[in-house]
């Protein structure tokens, strides 16, 4: 018997790197689970890892009219949700003079439009007692360089945990965020090849566990927000190593 054996679950970004752990996580503890991307060759991937009880559903965060499709998707895969979690984003490193309107707005549009109305699509699914979790990122209470467009929308969003909370806690659904640290995904490799090795250096350094997390480290912290802790509204749970506490 699992911990989340009957329950379901919603992972926006839930293909690859964090989503996919989280996604993992309550697999194997139970859950059936849905996650999203936006690439179909990693979708396959991820469903071929997850097994019989999750399904992989190409969507795209940005687009208002593909997360309406994914709420009827859900409806007709789950009828009603326990957990949903808004994990879907992309990076930003660009100094600030270099950053561009079109840089500025794809940022907003998948790491704080697409999560707005993510909730607001699949509230409406979700059960009495539920948990929403939003992942944002210890760069919106730091000032790292070059990261000026990416923390402003993950501040918004953390910013969002509370008013989202507020807002939803009358029907039943607590909203919570859990915000990573330098965990190796291998995104950075991916987004900023020519700066991968010097950042993660960097961030090494600056950690008091002098290394980075696993995504297996991050995905309990998601579990409890979302399942676990249901006397707690609002929080934003640091998984980073203490490196924004110390």
């Given at each position: 018997m699992g911990r989340y054996d009957g329950k379901t679950a919603v992972i926006t970004g839930g293909s690859s790197g964090l989503g996919l752990a989280a996604?993992?996580?309550?697999?194997?503890?139970?859950?059936?689970?849905?996650?999203?991307?936006?690439?179909?060759?990693?979708?396959?991937?991820a469903a071929a890892q997850l097994g019989g009880r999750a399904v992989a559903v190409r969507s795209d965060t940005s687009s208002l009219t593909e997360i309406e499709a994914l709420a009827e998707r859900v409806r007709a895969e789950?009828?009603?949700?326990d957990a949903l979690v808004v994990n879907a984003g992309i990076g930003?490193?660009?100094?600030?003079?270099a950053v561009t309107e079109q840089t500025f707005d794809d940022v907003f549009a998948i790491n704080t439009k697409g999560p707005f109305f993510t909730v607001q699509k699949m509230?409406?699914?979700m059960a009495e007692g539920s948990g929403v979790v939003l992942?944002?990122?210890?760069?919106?209470?730091?000032?790292?360089?070059?990261?000026?467009?990416?923390?402003?929308?993950?501040?918004?969003?953390?910013?969002?945990?509370r008013t989202l909370s507020r807002e939803l806690l009358p029907r039943g659904i607590r909203v919570n965020a859990v915000s990573p640290?330098?965990?190796?995904?291998?995104?950075?490799?991916?987004?900023?090849?020519?700066?991968?090795?010097?950042?993660?250096?960097?961030?090494?350094?600056?950690?008091?566990?002098?290394r980075f997390g696993k995504p297996s480290e991050f995905a309990p912290a998601v579990a409890f927000l979302?399942?676990?802790?249901?006397?707690?509204a609002g929080v934003e749970l640091v998984v980073d190593g203490g490196d924004s506490q110390l």
């Open positions: 996604a993992r996580h309550l697999v194997d503890e139970g859950a059936r689970v849905l996650v999203t991307g936006r690439t179909q060759e990693t979708l396959d991937d789950f009828g009603t949700v930003s490193f660009d100094p600030f003079d509230a409406p699914l992942t944002t990122s210890t760069a919106n209470q730091t000032g790292w360089d070059a990261l000026s467009v990416y923390s402003a929308s993950k501040a918004a969003l953390r910013s969002m945990a640290g330098s965990i190796d995904t291998g995104k950075l490799e991916k987004e900023v090849p020519e700066r991968a090795a010097e950042l993660k250096a960097a961030f090494t350094a600056s950690n008091p566990m002098q979302a399942f676990d802790a249901t006397f707690v």
